[in-house]
């Protein structure tokens, strides 16, 4: 098995969050955040939906950069002292026609964020050849 090595971190912008009108309540949070990948700066615009009953979530993204690629993201959030929260997961890139980009289409990446209670958010991503 191939280690992990660290692809890139980014830093939030923004949150939205709102209950999604469901049978069984669900969080949906939209988040911004800006980064760089092989030296070049990029912003991600992804939404997903938590369950509240178990903290499991699942949605989608699109990393921009001179270009974009679209994502899939899994993971699962826990809270933490003061409101902070940890969340980790895995992030699976799709195709795309940028050139810098193409490397993540071979990526299986993993995630880990931390939220502060104040709602900043910082977070690292690491993969391996896929």
Do not use: Q
Request: charged share 25%; glycine share 10%.
């Amino acid at each position: 098995m191939n280690a992990m090595t660290p692809l890139f971190e980014m830093v939030s912008r923004s949150h939205c969050f709102r209950i999604a009108d469901t049978k069984v309540p669900a969080e949906e949070v939209t988040e911004t955040a800006d980064g760089s990948f092989n030296g070049r700066k990029f912003r991600t615009l992804y939404t997903v939906v938590v369950s509240a009953a178990t903290g499991k979530f699942r949605g989608r993204g699109i990393l921009y950069s001179d270009g974009s690629i679209p994502y899939e993201i899994t993971g699962s959030a826990r809270g933490g002292k003061n409101f902070s929260e940890v969340v980790r997961g895995r992030i699976a890139f799709g195709k795309t026609k940028a050139k810098h980009l193409k490397d993540l289409e071979k990526i299986n990446a993993a995630f880990e964020a931390f939220s502060d209670s104040e709602g900043k958010t910082k977070t690292k991503v690491w993969g391996t050849a896929g």
